[in-house]
């Protein structure tokens, strides 16, 4: 799949009503919270991170994709037993990329979404772990194959999940 660079001019817009604003992130949030209990293998998948992901890209404002990013990190920081900040940290860091990154190729098409959200994933950890391990002194591990393998799994689910939340864009 190729990526192709676009204008300014070419590149759509979109933004949410403040239910969906609100409401995806808190269902993803909760969902990131209670699945891996039940479900081990949920603990693969990052959901505030795919619905990051989605929403920086969707605005294409790297302000709004930095904000977005913070508040959902920092709420993923809340419900988890951690440091807070650091996957607030992670996720401004893919908010801001992945805006600025959307703003210049099109990432509408399945192939696209899934190279990015598998680089996404990638620079995640990269950010998680080296705030964790280097800042705050954590005993951290990072395992490139366990990442690409979670990233992929992420990647699959993303595609999916991006179809399904274009559902809700409006255009600007």
């Known amino acids: 799949m190729p990526i192709t660079y676009t204008s300014g001019e070419q590149v759509e817009v979109?933004?949410?009503?403040?239910?969906?604003t609100i409401g995806v992130p808190l269902i993803a949030l909760f969902l990131q919270a209670f699945l891996p209990r039940r479900l081990t293998f949920f603990a693969y998948l990052d959901l505030p991170l795919l619905v990051t992901i989605f929403?920086?890209?969707?605005?294409?404002?790297p302000i709004a994709g930095l904000l977005t990013g913070a508040a959902i990190g920092l709420t993923q920081d809340c419900l988890?037993?951690?440091?807070?900040?650091?996957?607030?940290?992670?996720?401004?860091?893919?908010g801001f990329a992945a805006s600025s990154l959307g703003a210049k190729i099109d990432a509408e098409?399945?192939?696209?979404?899934?190279?990015?959200?598998?680089?996404?994933?990638?620079?995640?950890?990269?950010?998680?772990?080296?705030?964790?391990?280097?800042?705050?002194?954590l005993s951290q591990r990072f395992s490139w194959s366990h990442g690409?393998?979670?990233?992929i799994a992420n990647a699959v689910l993303g595609v999916g999940l991006y179809f399904?939340?274009?559902?809700?864009k409006q255009r600007t």
């Not at 650091?86 to 996720?91: E, L, S």
């Not at 399945?110 to 705050?136: C, D, P, S």
């Not at 399904?164 to 809700?168: E, I, N, P, T």
């Open 14 to 20: 979109y933004r949410f009503s403040i239910p969906v």
């Open 55 to 61: 929403f920086a890209m969707a605005r294409r404002n």
């Open 80 to 94: 988890s037993p951690g440091p807070i900040g650091v996957y607030g940290i992670a996720k401004t860091v893919v």
């Open 109 to 137: 098409n399945a192939g696209t979404r899934a190279l990015l959200t598998l680089a996404f994933y990638l620079l995640h950890g990269v950010v998680y772990f080296g705030v964790a391990r280097w800042l705050l002194s």
């Open 148 to 151: 690409v393998v979670a990233g």
């Open 164 to 168: 399904l939340l274009d559902k809700l």
